[in-house]
């Protein structure tokens, strides 16, 4: 009997939790903003970009009254949210993937997300999850502290002061962008990057930096939420080095770095020492994702934020990037004791999965000969009117049937720089890309890994019923096709300890869509 993974844990103490409730209004609207100077109409929540962050503490529960105010007939008027890296456990109709688990929430409409984040504690975030929207403004952070961490002798500071987004940003509206993209073959280049919401573009207004604030002698847990579309950063500050402490809500083993890849969606927090001197220190974020000879506006040089000593004055900082630091790879990574790892044991998988990406029809992908189409009528919903097996499922789209309290092993050869994630799950890396070394005791774990060459291979425990996307988080190429579905213990969704909450708010969504004009969808 294969051990049970973190989740399965979390499941079987929810019956002896409290929780408080955290209730947040999120009005998705059309504002114009201009994080890096240059003005475009976008989406955004609550009126600013990134959007409101979510802070809860751990065993909260949350409802997020989500109003849909969109208007503007050159994006996605209709939208979703995923709560990414939330495993809704028995609320797999919250996860928020338009035509997986839910139908898009129509304009002038509100729908409640209400979720439970049962344990998990950790850097997560939030994201449109319809179509190329979220390249447009809809994502932000989520953040749920836990007061009795087990690394919390590790750092003196902990607050919304640290929380550091990363992103890409596009002067294109997405559905033009990703029309353009369609038609040539070129993937969007963002015409910058992001930290904390502000940036600048080749040429353009020198827009102030964000300044991250530190007191010297003080040590900092800062949480890199990485929120792009597209590109990975290369993330450093100068004259300073960090410990690695967590990869996407899983605690890790402390390791040091001078540097880390941060892909498209993926979340790490790192603790650094201020013990330099007194003075102001760049912080550096430069992105790899498309030719800037693409895109003249991009100078991936421009990525900066300012760390700021306390008593250093207000100016911009004259230090010079360290070259030739320890970038940190994912095999350095262990998750400490108390998240088990290794508890899916050493043996054989029960089921073994090989997806195989190729691109006969360019710019579209296929995964072992299927390019993903949303289908009319979601996954999710397919399952709660009876779906059990492949052929029950409509046609359109690529469903793989996860039997219950199986080891999942899925590997994915070749490169691309894909940064895949699973919903519902995290997982634990056992061959990193490009390496022949197999881990069954202490691999890494998390809910987003590149796939960068080789054989990268993971393992999770299917231990939580419902309809989860595996997917590319270059946005893009989801759109293009490079995704599957997974249904996940298909008997259990209606019944016994596994079956899904499904309130009627949200069996009103694929009615309301459905009746909707196109160009309100």
């Not at 030739?324 to 054989?348: F, R, S, V």
């Not at 092993?409 to 070394?437: K, Q, Y």
Request: charged share 15%; aromatic share 10%; glycine share 8%.
């Amino acid at each position: 009997m294969v051990l049970s993974t973190k989740l399965a844990a979390l499941v079987a103490s929810l019956p002896f939790v409290l929780a408080a409730t955290k209730t947040l209004d999120f009005h998705i609207r059309n504002d114009v903003v201009s994080p890096d100077g240059f003005e475009r109409r976008a989406i955004t929540v609550n009126g600013i970009f990134p959007g409101t962050p979510v802070i809860l503490q751990k065993n909260d529960k949350v409802q997020i009254n989500t109003v849909n105010e969109l208007t503007d007939p050159g994006m996605r008027r209709s939208t979703s949210i995923h709560w990414h890296g939330l495993f809704q456990h028995k609320t797999s109709g919250m996860d928020g993937p338009s035509f997986v688990n839910q139908c898009p929430i129509p304009p002038n409409s509100t729908f409640l997300y209400d979720f439970d984040t049962a344990g998990q504690t950790g850097n997560f975030w939030y994201h449109s999850h319809l179509s190329t929207q979220y390249c447009d403004g809809l994502r932000g952070s989520f953040i749920v502290y836990d007061p009795d961490d087990p690394l919390k002798h590790l750092y003196d500071v902990d607050d919304e002061s640290t929380i550091i987004t990363l992103a890409d940003w596009y002067h294109d509206l997405a559905p033009h962008a990703q029309n353009q993209f369609f038609q040539t073959g070129s993937v969007p280049i963002p015409d910058t990057g992001l930290i904390n919401g502000v940036g600048r573009f080749k040429n353009g207004p020198l827009v102030p930096y964000a300044v991250i604030n530190v007191e010297k002698g003080k040590r900092y847990r800062f949480r890199l939420i990485q929120i792009s579309c597209r590109p990975f950063f290369t993330f450093s500050i100068d004259n300073h080095t960090f410990d690695a402490i967590e990869f996407d809500g899983i605690e890790h083993d402390p390791t040091p770095a001078q540097n880390i890849d941060i892909y498209a969606a993926q979340r790490v927090s790192i603790i650094v020492n201020a013990n330099q001197t007194i003075d102001n220190y760049w912080i550096r974020a430069p992105l790899t994702g498309g030719n800037p000879a693409g895109n003249p506006n991009l100078d991936t040089s421009l990525i900066r934020a300012i760390l700021r000593y306390k008593g250093a004055p207000a100016v911009e900082p004259t230090t010079v990037a360290t070259t030739g630091g320890h970038k940190l790879d994912d095999a350095e990574m262990h998750p400490i004791a108390q998240e088990g790892p290794g508890n899916l044991g050493t043996g054989p998988p029960d089921m073994a999965i090989t997806l195989n990406i190729a691109q006969p029809n360019p710019p579209f992908f296929d995964i072992n000969g299927i390019s993903y189409l949303s289908p009319s009528v979601p996954v999710l919903l397919q399952m709660l009117s009876g779906a059990r097996k492949p052929q029950d499922f409509l046609p359109s789209e690529q469903v793989i049937i996860l039997p219950a309290n199986k080891l999942i092993e899925v590997s994915i050869p070749g490169a691309g720089a894909h940064p895949f994630h699973l919903h519902g799950h995290t997982f634990d890396i056992v061959r990193t890309s490009n390496s022949d070394v197999v881990n069954l005791v202490n691999p890494p774990r998390r809910d987003v890994l590149p796939i960068n060459g080789g054989n990268t291979t993971f393992r999770f425990f299917s231990g939580n019923s419902g309809a989860w996307f595996l997917h590319c988080h270059i946005d893009w190429h989801l759109e293009a096709g490079l995704a599957v579905v997974f249904a996940e213990r298909p008997a259990e969704v209606n019944e016994g300890e596994q079956a899904q909450i499904v309130t009627q708010d949200w069996r009103s969504l694929c009615p309301a869509y459905d009746g909707l004009a196109p160009e309100f969808q």
